[in-house]
């Protein structure tokens, strides 16, 4: 089995482009992970995840060394293997769970100028959708001092103190800044605060049966709002990951224990909601002094391009960026449309291609002519799926049929991990 091992490793290794000495430490600590000593086998997987880069592109070349677990390699090493690659793909993945942070002086400056200076700083786009919403879109000014805050907590202070809030439903890769509604509270004292994430309690409604007395029970409504960059692609709450307690200490139960609470986040939302029934709590309960929870959120990690070139050539391209490997399976003209067929390759524990494929859909695909200006595409379908893979055919309308002279490109998330949100909301009143 071990000698196997050994030619399975030498055919599979991959190439990487990283340092040769690191290159032949790594081949060094694989062939360590079939040793016959538990404990070498320990340290060299820890080895290997110390060494593991955080640039992203160091990070793709060591990738690429380890190779993929196969059904001929022992299984501890398969197991380690997989084991090793799903840490680093989530550690490379919870970069993007970090909140941005935004600073702004204290001077007046219009709003315009305020919304363009978070995209630069941030990543994440805010319009100005007033107009669109019949709204009058007066210049306003903004004073307001933030000095390396997180996201969330300080958009809120800048469009409280703008007399602003957002629309988070807007359908594009932005959230929509339209005036507050009339009589609204404050945002900055009504939230809770995790990383990318806004958790904010928007309603409580309590239900007594008149009937059927044992008919009753209450709810929460909770909005999970993120920042655009993120693109989530679903969210979970576990009943059995809440803690709920009344202003008179005593706990307040969720119906069901044994339910989970889930979501598929739609394109183009930055926000959704969920409610959560609990037991009817006694009338001399005036707030819920604590609401406390972990949700389970499926996110992308970060974006990887992948470029393809020789589109003429008809021939099977593949590349791979951490966890994922684009095939290009096939080029060709299909009456007045040109057709580019490839397939997705989705590794590691969480693909999202089980149940939510809708973050595909969602990948940045276009061909670039030679003067880099950018050929959308017309449409597409899906032409195959698993569980871990998933293929697709872009149709392209070219202005002339030199495919050969365009350079197709795709964007996709280099890993899909799942990660906790902790959060904790307190003094939300009762009807």
Request: aromatic content about 8%; charged content about 25%; overall charge negative.
């Amino acid at each position: 089995m071990r000698t196997r091992f050994f030619i399975l490793f030498f055919i599979f290794l991959g190439t990487g482009s990283l340092p040769a000495a690191e290159a032949d430490r790594v081949e060094t600590l694989l062939r360590q992970l079939n040793d016959d000593q538990a404990t070498r086998r320990d340290e060299a997987e820890q080895e290997l995840l110390r060494l593991a880069p955080s640039d992203p592109g160091e990070c793709d070349a060591f990738l690429r060394l380890l190779p993929k677990p196969l059904d001929g390699m022992p299984a501890e090493v398969r197991l380690r293997l997989s084991r090793v690659r799903s840490q680093i793909e989530k550690s490379q993945a919870n970069e993007a769970l970090v909140a941005s942070r935004i600073t702004l002086s204290d001077q007046e400056i219009d709003l315009a100028e305020v919304l363009e200076q978070i995209e630069k700083q941030t990543g994440n786009r805010l319009v100005d959708y007033r107009e669109a919403f019949g709204q009058e879109a007066e210049p306003r000014k903004v004073s307001i001092k933030i000095e390396d805050e997180p996201f969330w907590p300080a958009i809120d202070k800048i469009l409280d103190a703008a007399g602003m809030g957002l629309y988070p439903f807007s359908g594009e890769e932005s959230l929509a800044v339209i005036h507050h509604e009339e009589g609204s509270a404050p945002r900055s004292e009504r939230a809770s605060y995790a990383g990318p994430f806004r958790i904010e309690a928007i309603a409580v409604v309590a239900r007594r049966g008149l009937r059927a007395p044992d008919q009753q029970g209450a709810s929460v409504e909770l909005e999970f709002s993120w920042e655009p960059r993120l693109r989530p692609i679903a969210l979970s709450q576990p009943a059995d990951a809440l803690e709920i307690v009344g202003d008179d200490g005593s706990p307040i139960a969720v119906r069901n224990l044994d339910a989970s609470f889930d979501v598929e986040i739609q394109q183009g939302s930055h926000a959704t909601e969920l409610t959560i029934p609990l037991m009817l709590p006694p009338r001399s309960v005036t707030k819920i002094a604590r609401f406390q929870g972990t949700l389970s959120a499926l996110v992308p990690g970060r974006m990887a391009e992948f470029r393809f070139t020789g589109l003429d050539k008809q021939q099977t391209a593949e590349q791979q960026r951490g966890g994922v490997t684009v095939v290009l399976s096939g080029v060709r003209k299909n009456q007045a449309l040109w057709e580019v067929h490839m397939r997705l390759q989705v590794e590691g524990e969480e693909t999202g291609l089980e149940s939510h494929r809708g973050w595909v859909f969602q990948n940045l695909t276009y061909l670039l002519n030679k003067q880099g200006e950018i050929i959308d595409h017309a449409g597409f379908e899906t032409t195959m799926q698993t569980e871990s893979e998933i293929g697709l055919a872009y149709f392209f309308e070219l202005p002339d049929d030199e495919i050969g002279d365009y350079t197709w490109m795709y964007h996709t998330p280099a890993a899909i991990v799942r990660v906790p949100v902790e959060y904790e909301l307190k003094e939300i009143p009762l009807p």
